[in-house]
Each structure stands twice: as C-alpha cells, then as structure tokens.
C-alpha cells in the first residue's frame, strides 16, 4: 500500500511540474508576441484645442494690403511707384519750343513743362530760370519735388532718364548753369501732380540756344508715366 500512495504522489508531483512549465512557456511565448508588436502611439493633441489647421505654402500669406502676391510690401498713396524696365510710357508732347526772357537782369521766369508754358505763376511751375547777370550765363533751379540730371543726350528714352535721375540727381537747391547744345532729364513732382489730379511726367529738354541778351530757347519733349 506505501508503495502504491509513493507511486501516485510521484505521478501527481509530475503532473504538476509539467503543468508549471507549460504555464511558463505560454507566458515566455506572450512575452515575445508583445515585443515584436510595434506600440502605437497615441494621437497628438491638437493646439490650443480646436481642430487641426490644414497646412499653408510658405509665401501664400496675404500681404498687408489685400493682395495674395508674396513678399510685396504695400505703397502708400503718397508714394511714387518704382521705374524700372517694366514702366509703361505715354507720349505727351514731341519738340515743343520755348522761349525764355525775363524782363529785367535780376528777375526770373518759371516754367510749366506740363504744358509746356513759360511765364507761370510758382505753382505747377518746374524749371525757374534765372538770367545770371553776375554768375555769367544763365542758370535754372528745380521746383519743389522736382528731380532732374544734368547726364542727358539726345534722344534719350524716359527710362534712360530715370536711370540718369537715380545715378546722378541735381541737388536740391542747386544752381544748374545752361549753355547751348545741353540736355536736362526733368522728372515731375508726383506730389504736386497728384494734388491736381494730374500726370506725372518725364521731360527731356534741350537748350537750343542763348542769345546775347540772355534769352533762353529750349526745346521739351514729355511722357506720361503709366503707374499701373
């Protein structure tokens, strides 16, 4: 009968050990199944929130002033547009001739190169010449807002002018002598032309001649500046 309980107790201490090492390899087996399966990981939180912004090309922000045009920065109305290659150019008027002779030696005489006129009031006037008794030859100073170049020639297109203009401005204020067979770049005032409701022009102007008793003829060809 001992010999049979012995028999039976090592029967059930088997059964359990192989029971214990199943168990054990199922959860070794578990074990390895998880590792080798890739850990999703979990949704980002949009921010701030709200739903996620779709996303946007970089430079397609519009610009301050309305447009969708990338990097353009907006110009005030006050602000005269930049010439370049692309400046549009209308003819206005094509060798017009004017002759200017102040009454007396110490007077002056100004000039509407819009129209072109001589002998104007100061307002919309561009050129004043001045005869130059005692500088020795007569002279011209610029308008308010007005720029010009004396590096011009015959036959220069306006953009030519505007390239002389930015490269080689007449100072403000500065006395610009005249002598025959000389050229001027003459760039309106864009303010004063915008007050009137008028062109902003280009001039190229000739001196054609100076007489002995001062008087200036000069010849003007002008364009309208197109600023769209």
């Known amino acids: ?33 998880s590792a080798r399966s890739p850990v999703a990981a979990p949704p980002a939180a949009p921010v701030g929130g709200g739903a996620s912004p779709s996303a946007e090309p970089a430079g397609s922000a519009p610009t301050p002033d309305g447009g969708g045009a990338p990097g353009e920065a907006p110009r005030s109305p006050g602000e005269p547009p930049e010439l370049n290659a692309q400046t ?52 011209v100073l610029l308008g308010t807002g007005v720029e010009g170049s004396e590096a011009a020639r015959a036959g220069m297109r306006p953009q030519e002018c ?3 203009i930015r490269a080689a401005p007449i100072a403000e204020n500065a006395e610009v002598p005249l002598r025959k067979g000389a050229w001027l770049c003459i760039r309106t005032s864009f303010r004063e032309a915008r007050e009137r409701r008028d062109e902003w022009r280009t001039v190229l102007v000739e001196v054609v001649s100076i007489s002995n008793d001062r008087a200036v003829v000069v010849k003007a060809s002008a364009w309208n500046i197109r600023e769209d």
């Not at 012995?6 to 390899?25: E, K």
């Not at 110490?106 to 561009?126: C, K, Q, Y």
């Open 88 to 139: 549009v150019y209308e003819p206005w008027y094509e060798a017009q001739s004017l002759t200017l002779k102040p009454a007396e030696c110490f007077t002056e005489m100004r000039v509407d190169l819009d129209e072109p006129r001589a002998n104007v009031g100061s307002n919309g006037s561009e050129l004043t010449l001045h005869p130059g008794c005692q500088a020795g030859a007569p002279y």
């Open 162 to 164: 505007a390239e002389a």
């Open 1 to 33: 009968m001992i010999g049979i309980a012995s028999l039976a107790l090592l029967a059930a201490l088997g059964s359990a050990v192989l029971s214990w090492r199943a168990l054990d390899q199922a959860n070794t087996a578990r074990d390895i199944a």
